[in-house]
């Protein structure tokens, strides 16, 4: 089966760090990715993980570690516009192409 | 810059009625995929098109749900007979056949069924 497991909900400052887990148990690994998608809107692409390790995309980080079934996504020097729904999605391959979801975490940022 | 398109952007219906969604994907994409949202819960996967051919299918999509892309560029999701559970996001991706198969999604079609 799929599991894929994150926070429901987080709060964070402007201008501070945010870090948002990700655990995944499935049947197969083929790569992982995170998504922004704010009220009622598409998700839209941030990062996709493969290897091993921090990838680094300006204020957005993405790490993996496939032994563990984990990764983060990192959010530094946050913005009010960074207020929405974070989400983890595995690629599982061997034929499929679909992505499974987890069901995403709420971010709100405060003043 | 054309990204993937979907349409209507919202629907209401009666229950029993059917209606039918399109989704216009990236021009150079090969790959459509057709998820459903609901609210505070991720995108499930409902099926994948390469180019015309269907080639997979979730167990979430009844035989009320049919799919088609017949010319290997746009792609239409019919929901027959519809119900108040099918209420939901219908959100169509695609992409292109890379070894990062990043999927790129479009708004959106919510349906309402009353």
Redesign the interface.
């Known amino acids: 089966g799929q599991n894929?497991d994150q926070p429901t909900e987080m709060t964070a400052t402007e201008g501070a760090i945010v870090q948002i887990n990700c655990t995944y148990q499935t049947s197969g690994f083929n790569?992982l990715?995170w998504?922004q998608q704010h009220a009622?809107?598409?998700?839209?692409?941030l990062s996709?993980n493969?290897l091993d390790g921090l990838e680094e995309k300006g204020r957005f980080s993405s790490f993996l570690s496939r032994s563990k079934g984990y990764s983060y996504l990192l959010l530094k020097e946050l913005q009010m516009k960074d207020s929405a729904s974070y989400?983890c999605?595995v690629?599982s391959g061997a034929g499929?192409?679909?992505?499974?979801?987890?069901?995403?975490t709420k971010l709100s940022v405060i003043p | 810059d054309t990204g993937?398109s979907q349409d209507p952007r919202h629907k209401i219906t009666k229950r029993g009625q059917n209606v039918t969604f399109r989704c216009d994907p990236i021009s150079e994409h090969n790959?459509l995929?057709w998820y459903r949202q609901t609210l505070?819960?991720?995108?499930?996967?409902l099926t994948?098109f390469?180019n015309e051919a269907q080639?997979?299918k979730?167990r979430l999509l009844s035989d009320r749900f049919s799919a088609e892309r017949p010319k290997g560029s746009f792609s239409t999701l019919e929901i027959q007979r519809t119900e108040q559970g099918d209420s939901a996001m219908y959100?169509c991706a695609s992409?292109q056949r890379t070894e990062?198969?990043?999927?790129?999604?479009?708004?959106?079609t919510?349906l309402l069924v009353l």
């Open positions: 894929i790569g990715f998504y009622g809107e598409a998700p839209t692409f996709y493969v989400l999605a690629y499929s192409y679909q992505l499974t979801f987890g069901k995403g | 993937v790959r995929y505070g819960q991720g995108p499930e996967f994948y390469q080639l997979e979730s959100l992409s990062q198969e990043t999927q790129y999604f479009g708004p959106g919510r």
